[in-house]
């Protein structure tokens, strides 16, 4: 019974708070389309839900393979940054499992689907690959635009920027 219960833990590559429910993972398994339905015409959605899948259980990628085909041309580009944003998390915790995600991309030949994967790895910053809920949205304080308590105010562009000492 032990043996039976690492095996799922084994696959995981993200903490147990940011782990995709079993319900919705088994859900996904049976039917792939149905997260295309349930996201329709939401791309930033379909890229971080199918990549909290992917991480939580690589075991998964038959099924995006299922979803990829069924898919239409503008959503294979979000399913390729999913691909790359889950090997990205995988890749500190899990190697293998980045790896396996990594030669399943490749395996594919789905142009669309490759471009998504490379355009979230172009700038080679990790901000990107980020789940959302981690990215900060303040700015640094010499290249902004709005100045004041609530941003309404322009902020001199020729005002000198600070030099730490």
């Known amino acids: 019974m032990i043996a039976l219960s690492l095996g799922p833990c084994q696959a995981q590559c993200v903490e147990f708070s940011d782990r995709a429910s079993q319900i919705d993972l088994d859900a996904f398994v049976k039917s792939p389309s149905s997260l295309l339905e349930r996201l329709r015409n939401d791309k930033e959605k379909l890229k971080y839900r199918l990549s909290g899948y992917i991480a939580t259980d690589v075991s998964v990628l038959p099924s995006v393979q299922t979803l990829i085909s069924e898919s239409a041309p503008n959503d294979r580009s979000a399913i390729g940054g999913a691909l790359r944003l889950a090997e990205a998390r995988c890749t500190t915790t899990k190697p293998a499992a980045a790896r396996q995600i990594r030669d399943f991309t490749k395996r594919i ?6 471009a998504g994967y490379s ?18 949205t303040q700015s640094s304080g010499g290249g902004a635009l709005l100045e004041g308590e609530w941003k309404t105010k322009l902020s001199d562009p020729f005002k000198p920027i600070p030099i730490p000492h």
Do not use: C, E, F, Y
Request: proline share 4%; no cysteine; glycine share 12%.
């Open 109 to 114: 030949g789905d142009l669309s689907v490759q």
């Open 119 to 136: 355009a979230m790895g172009d700038d080679g910053s990790s901000a990107a690959l980020l789940p959302r809920s981690n990215t900060s």
